[in-house]
């Protein structure tokens, strides 16, 4: 099915942005396409909890406490879905991992690092 590698954390000062990718270069189109993509985050000592999700045909959802402040997207040319996040905070300091959706089968990127912080 192929790997999802994420990019784009990074250390940002509270109410700055960043922009998440998460490409599938090995998934192919027939299979990316009709996938429901995600974006979830995990602070230390927690559980991993939802960020947000965007459908195949484009529909989206967020957790409460991001809605307004993120925004999901998905490119199917690049097989890519990112995530804009604005206003960022430090209660928004997480390792934020993607994830892919099709046919019950779920598989998952290795996450990368976002820490919010003056």
């Known amino acids: 099915q192929g790997p999802l590698v994420e990019s784009g954390g990074g250390l940002v000062q509270p109410g700055g942005s960043l922009r998440l990718s998460c490409k599938a270069p090995?998934?192919?189109?027939?299979?990316?396409?009709?996938?429901?993509m995600g974006w979830y985050r995990q602070a230390p000592g927690k559980e991993r909890d939802l960020v947000a999700t965007i459908a195949p045909g484009g529909s989206t959802n967020y957790a409460d406490s991001v809605k307004g402040r993120f925004i999901i997207s998905r490119d199917n040319a690049r097989k890519t879905v990112y995530l804009q996040m604005n206003d960022l905070a430090p209660e928004d300091t997480a390792i934020y991992y993607c994830?892919?959706?099709?046919?019950?089968?779920?598989?998952w990127g290795q996450g990368t690092q976002v820490t919010v912080s003056s």
């Open positions: 090995r998934t192919i189109t027939s299979v990316f396409n009709p996938s429901t």
């Open positions: 994830n892919r959706i099709l046919s019950g089968q779920t598989y």
